[in-house]
């Protein structure tokens, strides 16, 4: 499964922040649930203006319970949950 082209670019902006020091955790609030989340933002600068661009947020509790990875036997499949745990 090929990742797009706009998450690469997403991620080379995140490494380059990285590199630079520009980059920041940030505590908000989901827009949708209204939850609190950890933001993983990029830092820029607007001429006087600090600018925060968002990424993603962190995972909350274990994060191997939140993501399915790739299944490495079906390029356009994903492991389950039982196969992850080694109940499959």
Same mark, same amino acid.
């Given at each position: 499964? !090929?990742?797009? #082209?706009? !998450?690469?670019?997403?991620?080379?902006? /995140? /490494?380059?922040? !990285?590199?630079?020091?520009?980059?920041?955790?940030? #505590?908000?609030?989901?827009?949708?649930?209204? #939850?609190?989340?950890?933001?993983?933002?990029?830092?820029?600068?607007?001429?006087?203006?600090?600018?925060?661009?968002?990424?993603?947020? /962190?995972?909350?509790?274990?994060?191997?319970?939140?993501?399915?990875?790739?299944?490495?036997?079906?390029?356009?499949?994903?492991?389950? !949950? #039982?196969?992850?745990?080694?109940?499959?």
């Amino acid at each position: 499964m !090929a990742i797009p #082209e706009h !998450a690469r670019t997403n991620f080379n902006t /995140l /490494l380059r922040a !990285a590199g630079d020091g520009n980059l920041a955790l940030m #505590e908000c609030l989901d827009a949708t649930s209204g #939850e609190l989340r950890y933001v993983l933002c990029a830092v820029g600068r607007d001429g006087g203006d600090i600018i925060m661009t968002p990424f993603g947020h /962190l995972a909350d509790g274990n994060p191997y319970d939140a993501y399915l990875p790739p299944d490495p036997d079906n390029p356009a499949g994903f492991l389950t !949950a #039982e196969q992850c745990r080694g109940t499959a």
